[in-house]
Every structure is written in structure tokens, then in C-alpha cells.
């Protein structure tokens, strides 16, 4: 299965955002979602890189999104996956 890591904070409008957009995606196009909060204890690393220059979606190794996700290039992108992949992932 496909998984997509989306770095976030709370109180953050876009993050919200991009949060909807994922779970309407997820609901068509299965992938795993992992959130990371960047000010949670811990991700002081994540918040030194990301900053609020968030939300941030990556996967595969590389960052899809960041600030807005676009729902169509995130069906298009999860279609290439998939496909590549044979569907299972």
C-alpha cells in the first residue's frame, strides 16, 4: 500500500485543508496516511526544516504537496503508483 506522510501542525487552516482533501481521496484510491505533528516534542528536526512552510505531503521519498494539496494531482499521482506497482502496494 501506498504511504503518504503529511507533516502538520495544529491550528494550521491549510493543514485542515489539505486533511479533507486526503480523506476524500482515501476513500476512492487506498493509500496510509501518517501525520506528523512538527511541534509535538521530538520533531524539533521536522519544525527546523518544514516551519510553516507547512502542510507538507510526501511519499515515496519525495514531497508531493506542500502548502495545498491538489486533489487531482494527488488522484494522478496515486493512479501512477498503483499502476506502477500492479495495484499492490
Not at 486533511?19 to 511541534?39: A, C, M, N
Not at 508531493?64 to 499521482?77: C, G, K, M, P, T
Request: glycine share 8%.
Amino acid at each position: 500500500m501506498i504511504r503518504l506522510t503529511l507533516y502538520t501542525r495544529p491550528e494550521c487552516h491549510l493543514c485542515d485543508a489539505a486533511k479533507f482533501v486526503l480523506t476524500r481521496v482515501r476513500r476512492d484510491v487506498p493509500f496510509e496516511l501518517i501525520e506528523v505533528d512538527i511541534s509535538a516534542p521530538g520533531n524539533e528536526g521536522w519544525l527546523a526544516l518544514y516551519g510553516r512552510d507547512i502542510p507538507v505531503a510526501c511519499a515515496e521519498g519525495q514531497e508531493w504537496f506542500r502548502h495545498r494539496v491538489v486533489e487531482a494531482d494527488l488522484r494522478r499521482r496515486l493512479h501512477g503508483l498503483s499502476e506502477r506497482s500492479g495495484g499492490t502496494r
